[in-house]
């Protein structure tokens, strides 16, 4: 495989894992959890995410925040969500945690992502997800208003 073009590429600015960014990616399979993670977290909080390549964050490197001072990490982000009990489980940010891994290879993998309490909890039924949409639609028109 040397030579890829998988190896080789840049990958989407904060997207991407750190050996992607350095090109010095040797599983791209890893690195392809790794922005699986940020899209997650994505999707869970609305478009939200998990830190900035370039930027801080009220004065803090959240990517070094992820890796070095995970608590901090997730003191800032509940601070996002604020009123939503319990937005990030503690099986969410095992998940997360596991997933977005600065060394690749203790990355999660497929198998053990399917394994992961969050991935094998609960799964709302239709009406129950239309009536959480609904009620999350609502409270951002509220939001709009002030």
């Not at 509940?78 to 600065?102: I, P, Q, T």
């Amino acid at each position: 495989m040397k030579g890829d073009v998988r190896y080789r590429s840049k990958g989407t600015e904060n997207y991407r894992s750190l050996e992607l960014k350095m090109g010095k990616c040797s599983d791209p399979f890893a690195s392809d959890i790794f922005s699986a993670g940020i899209v997650l977290f994505s999707l869970k909080t609305g478009g939200i995410l998990p830190y900035d390549e370039d930027d801080c964050y009220e004065n803090c490197n959240m990517y070094y925040m992820l890796t070095h001072d995970v608590k901090k990490f997730w003191h800032i982000h509940r601070r996002n969500h604020v009123g939503k009990k319990d937005f990030f489980n503690k099986e969410f940010r095992k998940l997360f945690e596991s997933m977005v891994a600065a060394d690749p290879k203790r990355r999660a993998t497929i198998e053990q992502i399917k394994e992961s309490e969050w991935y094998k909890g609960e799964v709302y039924t239709k009406d129950e997800l239309v009536e959480l949409l609904k009620d999350h639609i609502k409270e951002e028109n509220e939001l709009e208003k002030k």
